[in-house]
C-alpha cells in the first residue's frame, strides 16, 4: 500500500537559515511526489512536483526538492528561510495508475524565529 | 482567474444534524476531489469525480457521507447524522483532467465543521 512518512512533526529554524524537510514513500514503482504548503486559514499551494526525469526539480518562493529513488526520499529544500515560510508542509504521493486520489504524510510544522 | 471556492468556510452543527458542503471547482476542470483533515493529520481522501460520475468514493468512512456532482461542476458532501468525530476540515480540489496522478490537484480553503 503507499503511504507517506515525514519524521519531523515540528522543525525551528532561524531566519535566513537553510532547511531541509524529509519526506519518504513507499510505492511499488516511481510515483508521483508533491510538495504542498498550507498557512493558517489557507488552502494547499502547490511548492513543486516530481513526475519523471530530472531529479531535482525547481518550485516557487525558492524552493527544491530531490528525488532519490534508492532512499525512497523527496526531500524539501531552501537555502534561505524567511519568516514568511512559516506554515505546515505536505508531502503526498499521487498513483501512476488505477485510482487518482493523493496520500498525503502528517505535516511538518515549520516555525521560523527572527 | 478564480481558484477553487467552498462553502461555508466555518459550519458548527450539533450531534445528529444533516449538513451540506459545497465545492466550487476551478472552471473547465473536470476531475473534482474530497479530502478531510483532522487535527494534525495531513488530507485524507474521501471521494473523486470524474464529470458527474463517481470514479472512486473508496475513501468515504460510512453510508453516512454522500457526494453529488450533477453537472460537472459545483459538487455538494452530505453527511447526514452527524458524530462528533466528522469534526474536521474538509477539502476539495479539482483538476484539469483527472488523468491520473500527473494532474495537479488545486486546493481550496476548506471547510472547518464542528459538531457539537
Known amino acids: 500500500a503507499q503511504s507517506v512518512t515525514q519524521p519531523d512533526i515540528h522543525i525551528t529554524v532561524s531566519e535566513g537559515a537553510s532547511l531541509e524537510l524529509r519526506c519518504n514513500y513507499s510505492y511499488g514503482a516511481t510515483p508521483y511526489l508533491f510538495w504542498y504548503v498550507q498557512s493558517p486559514g489557507q488552502g494547499l499551494q502547490l511548492l513543486l512536483k516530481?513526475?519523471?526525469?530530472?531529479?531535482l526539480v525547481q518550485g516557487i518562493k525558492g524552493f527544491e526538492a530531490e528525488f532519490k529513488r534508492s532512499q525512497s526520499s523527496f526531500n524539501l529544500r531552501k537555502p534561505s528561510v524567511h519568516w514568511s515560510d512559516a506554515a505546515e508542509y505536505f508531502c503526498?504521493?499521487?498513483?501512476?495508475?488505477?485510482?487518482?486520489?493523493?496520500?498525503f504524510g502528517t505535516g511538518t510544522r515549520l516555525k521560523v524565529l527572527a | 482567474g478564480a481558484g477553487v471556492s467552498q462553502t461555508p468556510s466555518n459550519k458548527v452543527t450539533e450531534k445528529g444534524k444533516y449538513v451540506e458542503l459545497r465545492c466550487d471547482p476551478i472552471?473547465?476542470?473536470?476531475?473534482l476531489y474530497w479530502y478531510r483533515q483532522s487535527l494534525g493529520q495531513g488530507p485524507e481522501f474521501l471521494i473523486y469525480f470524474q464529470g458527474t460520475g463517481a470514479a472512486d468514493d473508496s475513501g468515504l468512512p460510512n453510508d453516512r457521507f454522500f457526494a453529488v456532482r450533477p453537472e460537472g461542476s459545483v459538487s455538494t458532501l452530505k453527511i447526514q447524522r452527524t458524530e462528533r468525530g466528522d469534526s474536521a476540515v474538509y477539502l476539495c480540489?479539482?483538476?484539469?483532467?483527472?488523468?491520473?496522478?500527473?494532474?495537479?490537484?488545486?486546493f481550496g480553503p476548506g471547510t472547518r465543521l464542528t459538531v457539537l
Open positions: 503526498a504521493v499521487g498513483a501512476t495508475s488505477g485510482t487518482y486520489k493523493y496520500i
Open positions: 516530481y513526475f519523471s526525469g530530472d531529479t
Open positions: 480540489a479539482s483538476s484539469p483532467h483527472g488523468a491520473g496522478g500527473q494532474d495537479t490537484q488545486y
Open positions: 472552471s473547465g476542470h473536470t476531475a
